[in-house]
């Protein structure tokens, strides 16, 4: 057993966003120890090199320079120190996404793959970190939130905490500042809320909602939970939106605006976003933290892992996420058929899903979907958005085939017992494998065709089967993300352009030119300013109000610049296509399947 690696994180200056942070290696390599930052963080399938935020870096042992070679972009040798050898750098922290780490003289948070250097050789031995308060009257309310263990600190305070190794040091992400706090208990294991950022949410209603909620997870799963404690870490800010997923805690960023308000009694529509977050992160801590692809078991810091399963970790949870909501009623049916029409719409909507297969999206998550650009829309299919209809279409399926007896339920409940509870990861083909054995179906050409092809799921025939119709309509209008009826009766059709756009100043600008659509067929382009549709300035309404003036056949003529050149272009408007999905409840016969399914009942 190597003695405890200890680390010391100092807010040093805020003002500057730096941290100092300290690694003391006891027993060093004698041959001359490594030290490595990671180049990745889990559940973030990119490359990050957070090594690249370190600022200055210095070794010492027993008070005596010792003498560090850059040996790779990330990885540092020290020179053969016969006692403790102490690495401290200065790592710049201006990252507020849930991934990074930040610092400023309002508030604190960091992700320890972004400070904390991976002594190699040592992964495996105990962690001790101190975290200090920065110096000065303004810090003295800050307090700390982490679901790390406490090694001598006061609840929520500065001091010393401890992980049982490297992977779990990193996997406590921390935050700090004058927090608001909320706390709860669900089936016996005590979970806070911690939101850093200026709100006036309802913390009350949060904690009630979100006990629900996490009940759901657990008991779907089953009792007892597999972590002692656990914590919302949310940051509010005036727009943003994200979440990272943790063992016992997760990472949130969301607009201020999304969180309950005093006296709102139903969830509105930004509410229910958060919830859906929030759900999504905390199914994650059986589902990829616990239950994990072989692939990452354990995780290379220091380069991609490749995998083709991320339809399973990502895709399932997005599938589960708003599912919980509907079965813990926190929302209704028809909140969450109105969720799921909109998911349906997106897909629907990206030509790229004639490109791409589920499985190659996973694999190449690394260049693609967490590397997206103008053409992604017409290249590239979501693991998270098809992942998502895949595992509708397999819930529905297995429970169609089986007559209710077995569900996608069943399946994950057998991916806990199996590999979360063992720590054995789920090799490439284990998830297809277990679903024939839990089932008892033929799954292979199923796999085959959802998975490694680009045909058409059948959404419309298994939704029938449990009591929801499946409608498609065109788009009223370039916000109509579907999932409600037409709110006009009057058709004819919208006129399109067959682009996204965003506004800019007085031009719109294309961000992504659709297959298929009319601005390629004119020849316009992603990145293209228009600025006049027939010699016209468009007015307050934007292209989108000019548009709606005009039918699918009229050809229009738009000046745009491109980089400086303004260019003239004849666009014939197409007719939005029918790929606005509406789901509504069939009465009658269904009742009982769409019952089982959204209800909450075990089998
Ligand atoms: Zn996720």
Redesign the pocket.
Known sequence: MSAPIRYTVVPERPEAHLYRVACTVAEPDPSGQELALPAWIP?SHLIRDFARHVVSIRAESRGRPVALEKTDKHTWRAEAAAGPLTVTCEVYAKDLSVRGAYLDPRQGFFNGAGLFLRAKGLEDATCELEIRRPQGARYRDWIVATAMDRAGAKPRGFGTYRAANYDELIDHPVAMGTLSLAGFRACGVLHEIAIAGRHRADMARLARDLKRLCEQHIRFFGEPAPMKRYVFLVTALGEGYG?L?HRASTALLCSRDDLPVAGETQPGERYRTFLGLAS??YF?TWN?KRIKPAAFTPYDLDREGYTSLLWA??GM??YYDDLALVRCGLIGRKDYLELLGRSITSYLRAPGRAKQTLAEASFDAWIKYYRPDENSPNATVSY?GKGSLVALCLDLLIRQKTRGKKSLDDLMRVLWTRHGLTGTGVEEDGVERLAEEVTGLKLQGIFDAWLRSMRELPLESLLAAHGVEMALRPAESSSDRGGKPAASKASGGLAMLGAHVRGDGDASVLTHALDGGAARAAGLAAGDAIVAVDGLRPGRGGLDAVLARRRAGDTVRLHAFRRDELLEFDVRLKAAPADTCVLSELSGAKARSLERWLGTSRG
Do not use: A, D, L, P
């Open positions: 559940g979440g997923e999504h992160e994650h990829v970790f990502e949870t997005s998270y």
